[in-house]
């Protein structure tokens, strides 16, 4: 998306207030709600692995398999470098960044997508929707400004296809 296409979502997001500031609030609080998500899944494992009702290999599963996207994901990011969309001249993003480059894949989007996944074996319901947040973290990252479709994109196709393909087999 170039700077004039930006500009329209710009304009309407500035010339509203209070939908400028719900961005920012779901732009700080999804990750958020995903993180306590992935922490209330390690502690529901590890209490069922202490109770003898699981094994531990579903919880070394949600510890190493999302571990290893995200270490994957962010070597990734820094392998190709790609800059941000507010890098280029004439765009200002909705949300203030200061990081320069590291854009694709969006880490934001990557981690919720395949922290939805680590729930699949556990919850279907928790896991179907922890994926809509993902999906929602990658649409404040596009409508921020910190973020392209394509990082985003990449993100949760790999957050979602290595998740889950980790979690099942």
């Not at 710009?10 to 961005?23: D, I, S």
């Amino acid at each position: 998306m170039g700077p004039e296409q930006y500009r329209k979502i710009y304009e309407w997001f500035t010339a509203r207030p209070a939908a400028l500031k719900a961005l920012a609030l779901c732009s700080r609080l999804l990750p958020l709600v995903q993180g306590a998500a992935y922490l209330a899944l390690l502690a529901l494992l590890g209490f069922r692995w202490a109770a003898g009702e699981d094994s531990m290999q579903l919880l070394a599963r949600a510890v190493l398999v999302p571990g290893a996207v995200f270490a994957g994901g962010s070597a990734l990011r820094a392998a190709l470098n790609r800059p941000r969309p507010y890098e280029q001249p004439g765009f200002a993003p909705l949300l203030p960044k200061e990081t320069a480059g590291k854009a694709f894949p969006s880490r934001h989007t990557l981690s919720g997508a395949v922290i939805a996944m680590a729930w699949l074996p556990v919850s279907g319901a928790a896991a179907a929707v922890l994926a809509v947040l993902a999906v929602a973290i990658g649409a404040t990252r596009v409508l921020a400004g910190v973020h392209r479709v394509r990082d985003v994109a990449a993100g949760a196709a790999l957050g979602f296809g290595l998740g889950a393909l980790g979690m099942l087999l």
